[in-house]
């Protein structure tokens, strides 16, 4: 899961980005409107956090922008103020949903969860397929009951490739789920170790990650 966060306060940025980093989201930091065009015209995301107060300009301007082109990210508005006015503005604008400043990360957490599961028009607590059960909202796995030892990296991934299962997801697709830009010192070839390691964990669970050589990778159940 990938997510922009639009938001001037450094501080408060690297908190949330640390904060969610630790359950499994990439996260890229823009401190202005212009640096969020340019994520937005190179990359694509789960959702975005948009502060209102900007140096450049306001999160509900960007907002707009995005929704007249038809960009459909799901948007979650933050900041300082409260009023109703505000709140009913963003929300007719496009926003998808609105946190107050200040807040608690676990609350952006849930907020960030949900929209992204409404997006991804899975209402499910938790996704099966044959005997793995995956629950996104703690990121955790069972094989038949067995709890899976997976790191944070491998189980992102492993919801990543659940949330498509049966079609190829190509090992850039991947990449961008998993790695920020501020992580682009790691290679693409990462993708393939983690995908080694998650290979191990399910092997023999009548689940398999298939490779579609040119193409990426699926997740299936093993004829």
């Known amino acids: 899961m990938r997510i922009l966060i639009v938001e001037d306060a450094a501080d408060l940025a690297e908190a949330i980005a640390a904060r969610l980093g630790r359950v499994g989201m990439a996260c890229d930091l823009a401190g202005d409107v212009e640096t969020a065009e340019d994520f937005f015209a190179v990359q694509r995301y789960d959702a975005a956090v948009l502060d209102i107060n900007l140096p450049d300009g306001t999160g509900t301007e960007l907002l707009r922008q ?29 926003a998808d949903d609105y946190l107050v400043k200040p807040f608690d990360q676990r609350e952006l957490e849930a907020r960030l969860r949900a929209l992204t599961r409404r997006n991804n028009e899975q209402k499910r607590d938790v996704i099966c397929l044959g005997p793995l059960s ?25 919801g990543l490739l659940l949330r498509q299962v049966g079609q190829v997801l190509s090992k850039d697709r991947l990449y961008e789920g998993l790695f920020a830009f501020s992580e682009m010192d790691v290679g693409l070839n990462a993708i393939e170790l983690y995908i080694a390691r998650l290979r191990k964990k399910i092997s023999g669970s009548g689940v398999a990650i298939q490779t579609q050589r040119g193409f990426g990778y699926r997740i299936c159940e093993d004829d």
Do not use: C, N
């Open 134 to 158: 995956y629950w996104p909202s703690s990121q955790t796995a069972e094989i038949s009951g067995d709890r899976l030892d997976l790191t944070r990296r491998e189980a992102a991934l492993l």
């Open 66 to 94: 995005l929704r007249a082109r038809g960009d459909r990210t799901p948007v979650l508005m933050l900041t300082a103020q409260f009023s109703v006015d505000d709140r009913v503005g963003a929300l007719d604008l496009g």
